[in-house]
């Protein structure tokens, strides 16, 4: 797809009222937009305050906000990103995937083939450190480090109420999931 189209599809994307409570994206060219549910917000807060608990309120955190990734006409918005130190968004006010070291998206029953698949994908082909699903309709996160050639090399499930052991990673933390939601 060239330049030209994708600029289209960017402008068209802006154009799109995404009503309050539902999150929009774009995943390889498609438009995504699905309502957000309560256990999906839950368990958002439950890791995004492990993370202000380990970094401080000064650190670059954000849930819902769209970064460009690799491939083909990836906008997402993860649930969670997490920047390094010192980034900044680029002249239209965006931040940069080659930034971000910490992702983790919560599966809803309108997008879960997309966090296992198209994202997962573009997530190691940015070479983003540490990808975390976290899958209430499994009971399960899934921690995916170590991006090599597209592919992440190392998988890690744990079920729900078992810790997720990041300390090994850029993150240097331990993610609690005892009281994170089940459907």
Not at 21 to 40: R, S
Not at 57 to 86: C, E, M, Q, T, Y
């Amino acid at each position: 797809m060239s330049d030209v189209n994708a600029r289209i599809l960017d402008e068209l994307f802006d154009q799109v009222p995404v009503p309050e409570g539902y999150k929009g994206e774009i995943v390889e060219g498609a438009i995504y937009i699905a309502p957000h549910l309560d256990i999906h917000w839950q368990t958002t807060l439950a890791i995004l305050e492990t993370l202000i608990a380990r970094f401080g309120n000064g650190l670059r955190v954000f849930s819902d906000v769209r970064i460009d990734f690799p491939g083909h006409l990836n906008g997402f918005a993860p649930d969670v990103a997490k920047l390094r130190d010192g980034s900044e968004a680029d002249a239209e006010g965006r931040w940069r995937y080659q930034d971000v070291e910490f992702i983790a998206e919560v599966v809803d029953p309108h997008r879960a083939k997309n966090d296992y698949g198209p994202k997962r994908t573009a997530y190691a082909l940015a070479e983003i450190p540490v990808y975390l699903i976290a899958d209430p309709y499994q009971g399960k996160c899934h921690l995916y480090t170590q991006p090599k050639d597209g592919e992440y090399v190392i998988e890690t499930s744990v079920a729900f109420g078992a810790d997720v052991d990041m300390t090994g990673t850029v993150l240097g933390l331990t993610l609690k999931t005892d009281e994170f939601p089940r459907d």
